[in-house]
T-cell receptor, first 118, second 114 residues
Framework: GAGVSQSPRYKVTKRGQDVALRCDPISGHVSLYWYRQALGQGPEFLTY????????KSGLPNDRFSAERPEGSISTLTIQRTEQRDSAMYRC????????????????FGQGTRLTVV | GENVEQHPSTLSVQEGDSAVIKCTYSDSASNYFPWYKQELGKGPQLIID?????GEKKDQRIAVTLNKTAKHFSLHITETQPEDSAVYFC?????????????FGTGTQLKVEL
């Protein structure tokens, strides 16, 4: 597609339910990142992948959060047993290369999934 | 880990004036500093970036300066226009070999008034 696509755009779920957020990166992009953005704050790193390999998950808040990218393209962020504090905008980004390269390391962001846990 | 501080949190200027947003970072290993513009209801969009081997970079009305010694960098927008109104985020990353894991500032709400 033309840009990073995330679905759903909005998700309202009851406390205790599991949710799965999907990210479809720009075709051919090697790296995929998940961020969480609270209202009035900058995006906060959660995890990232190079191809299908999860390189860094140090930003995941706890073990209820997990992510996968099995074929090196689409990624899913899963939150189990959701809590109200999980409510936020979840943003996905992708970039063409993962190393410091003259080709550029620009990360393109999707429009995000607004998660509300009630 | 890296910590990025951004000031001011809000900035109001008259159309045609200049706007300056400042950020400081804590990790001397950071070497890539992008600036993102976020309009209402949209994702952040890169407007300019700078790497640690460069002290200044300019793209039309937008410029970024970097002082590695002091660990701070700034965004300068000249001849501001109403369409410049948005939230601006600075960010820092180590870039090399570690992907592009970005640490963002808290954002500056820029309002350009007619």
């Amino acid at each position: 597609g033309a840009g990073v696509s995330q679905s759903p755009r909005y998700k309202v779920t009851k406390r205790g339910q599991d949710v799965a957020l999907r990210c479809d990166p720009i075709s051919g992009h090697v790296s995929l990142y998940w961020y969480r953005q609270a209202l009035g704050q900058g995006p906060e790193f959660l995890t990232y992948f190079n191809y299908e390999a999860q390189q860094d998950k140090s930003g995941l808040p706890n073990d209820r959060f997990s992510a996968e990218r099995p074929e090196g393209s689409i990624s899913t962020l899963t939150i189990q047993r959701t809590e109200q504090r999980d409510s936020a905008m979840y943003r996905c980004a992708s970039s063409l290369v993962y190393s410091f390269s003259p080709l550029g390391t620009e990360a393109f962001f999707g429009q995000g999934t607004r998660l509300t846990v009630v | 880990g890296e910590n990025v501080e951004q000031h001011p949190s809000t900035l109001s200027v008259q159309e045609g004036d200049s706007a300056v947003i400042k950020c400081t970072y804590s990790d001397s290993a950071s070497n890539y500093f992008p600036w993102y513009k976020q309009e209402l209801g949209k994702g952040p969009q890169l407007i300019i970036d700078i790497r640690s081997n460069v002290g200044e970079k300019k793209d039309q009305r937008i410029a970024v300066t970097l002082n590695k010694t002091a660990k701070h960098f700034s965004l300068h927008i000249t001849e501001t226009q109403p369409e410049d109104s948005a939230v601006y985020f600075c960010a820092a990353s180590k870039g090399t070999g570690g992907g592009n894991k970005l640490t963002f500032g808290t954002g500056t709400q820029l309002k350009v008034e007619l």
